[in-house]
Structure formats: structure tokens, C-alpha cells
């Protein structure tokens, strides 16, 4: 049996030596540790942090022309509903708001959640750039400010690591 | 005062949603491959699940919720309030998934708290 595991290990061991060219390739070469960004998952990551910001953005410019909403009496509410969901831009973004949930259920199926989540909150910047632009809100510059504290605190509760449920025990080669 | 009922709506719907979703699919098991069969199949065992169909009627609330909001306040407000989501689900993932929460994690949701508190009275 261990005879058996250590000829496999040799055979392994060969067929590497042999495969690999045994050229030092400077340090840092053997183990790729940061693999580059792949174009694709640059370009759904693109798609994400525009598509939910339009789609928001939208959503926002259908309500705003569907006000006032009344929430009482519930035949109000029914009307509003109604005059709601003929709008354009409210279906508009509803659209785009699912271009950015499968984009980011593409993206999380190969990318790692605790890089995509923080790279994704830039989406509350871009909201905020969207609303100014597109909408003439007046965005102060404390809001700006929270915007920012938002995105580092995202970015600090991604750092944390995806599981803490159960933990791997100690690696031992 | 509708301001904190239509926040609290689509925090607590939302995160409620996602946490009854995520309960759902880890009954019906992962997916094997992308065939339209493997997906279909998965999609009707997940049709069966009654914490689906909370989870859906939960985070439509939030959706009409979030609309009722932008009906009256600025996207550049509303988008960024919707951060205390993240500190919703840390509490939800500690109180009913058991997940142990760092306090490094803490520390983010403090963050977002904050961020989200300067955005409120950055309200001009």
C-alpha cells in the first residue's frame, strides 16, 4: 500500500519534471497566487455596476412622474398601482434591474462573493452620479461622505471571509 | 414617521426574503449542471419549498416598498439607505443561521451604519 503511494507519488513526480520546462522563472513564478482579471469577469462586473444604478434611476424617474402615490384608502393605493405599472420607465427598470441579478449570479458562479461584493457597491456611487446627472438631485457633500463610509464599510464586511459556520481544520500538507 | 415604516419595510422584507430564499435552496440542493433539465427540475423542487414562496411574497413587499420610497425621496437618498441591509443580515445571519459574526465583520457594519447616518442628514 505505501510502496504503492510512494511509486505513484515518483510517477506523478516524473511526469511534472518531464512536462515542466526547468527554467527558474524568477520568484513569485511557481505558485500563481493573484490571478489577472479576466475580461469577462471585468465585463459583467461592468454590466452589474451600471445596469442596477440605471435600473434604480429609472424606477426612480417613473415614480416621480407617478406621484403623488397614496397609500390610503386602498382603493387610492389601487389607482396608484394601476397608474404605476403603466409607466414606461417603471418596466424599463425593472428590465434592467434583472440584467444586473443575472449578471451578478453569473459573475458570483466563478468570481469570488468577497471580491465581487465590494467591487459592487461602487453601484451606490454610481447611483448617486446617475441622480445628479440624469435627475438634478442636489447631492451634499456629507451625503457624498456617507456614500464613501458605506463602500469602505462594505468593503471591511467582505474582507471577513464568506463561511464562519464551520472552519477547515489546520492544514497539514 | 412614513420615512422609517417604508425603510424598515424594505430592510427587513428584503433581508427576510434573502434569509427565506437562501433556507429554501439549501433544501433543494445545489445544481448539477447547467442542462435546462437539471434547471428545471431544480426550479420545481424549489416551488415546493413553503420558505420560497415566504421569501418571494417577502421580498416583493420590499420591492413595492422601495417604490413607495422613491415616489417621494431622491434615488441618491434612498439607494444608499438601503445599505442597512448588510447590518440586517449580519443580526439575521447570527440569529437564525447560527453564523458566527467576527468582529472585524462588526466592524463593517458599523461602518455602513455610519455611512448610512451621514447620507440621512446629508439630506438637503
Not at chain 1, 54 to 83: C, E, H, I, T, Y
Request: with cysteine; hydrophobic share 55%.
Amino acid at each position: 500500500m505505501i510502496h504503492g503511494r510512494i511509486a505513484k507519488k515518483l510517477i506523478l513526480y516524473n511526469r511534472k519534471v518531464s512536462i515542466e520546462p526547468v527554467v527558474d522563472k524568477g520568484p513569485g513564478s511557481g505558485m500563481a497566487a493573484h490571478k489577472p482579471l479576466q475580461l469577462k469577469t471585468f465585463l459583467m462586473i461592468l454590466v452589474m455596476v451600471l445596469a442596477g444604478p440605471v435600473g434604480n434611476v429609472l424606477l426612480g424617474m417613473g415614480m416621480k412622474a407617478a406621484s403623488p402615490v397614496s397609500f390610503w384608502p386602498p382603493v387610492q393605493l389601487l389607482q396608484s398601482g394601476l397608474r404605476v405599472f403603466a409607466s414606461v420607465p417603471i418596466w424599463l427598470g425593472i428590465l434592467s434591474l434583472i440584467t444586473f441579478f443575472v449578471a451578478y449570479m453569473l459573475v458570483l458562479s466563478w468570481a469570488d462573493y468577497s471580491f465581487v461584493q465590494p467591487v459592487s457597491s461602487v453601484a451606490y456611487g454610481v447611483v448617486a452620479l446617475l441622480g445628479w446627472l440624469v435627475l438634478g438631485e442636489k447631492v451634499s457633500a456629507l451625503r457624498w461622505a456617507g456614500i464613501a463610509v458605506i463602500c469602505l464599510g462594505v468593503f471591511v464586511v467582505s474582507r471577513t471571509g464568506a463561511q464562519t459556520t464551520s472552519q477547515l481544520p489546520a492544514g497539514n500538507g | 414617521m412614513l420615512v422609517f415604516i417604508l425603510f424598515t419595510i424594505i430592510v427587513a422584507a428584503g433581508t427576510g426574503g434573502e434569509l427565506c430564499v437562501s433556507r429554501a435552496m439549501k433544501r433543494v440542493g445545489e445544481a448539477q449542471s447547467f442542462h435546462p433539465m437539471e434547471i428545471a427540475r431544480v426550479t420545481l423542487r424549489a416551488l415546493r419549498q413553503p420558505w420560497m414562496w415566504a421569501g418571494v411574497a417577502m421580498m416583493a413587499f420590499a420591492f413595492f416598498a422601495l417604490l413607495g420610497a422613491l415616489s417621494m425621496y431622491n434615488v441618491s437618498f434612498v439607494v444608499p439607505v438601503t445599505a442597512l441591509s448588510y447590518v440586517a443580515g449580519a443580526f439575521g445571519g447570527a440569529a437564525f443561521l447560527g453564523e458566527r459574526v467576527t468582529w472585524r465583520r462588526w466592524v463593517g457594519v458599523l461602518l455602513v451604519t455610519i455611512g448610512v447616518t451621514l447620507v440621512f442628514f446629508g439630506k438637503s
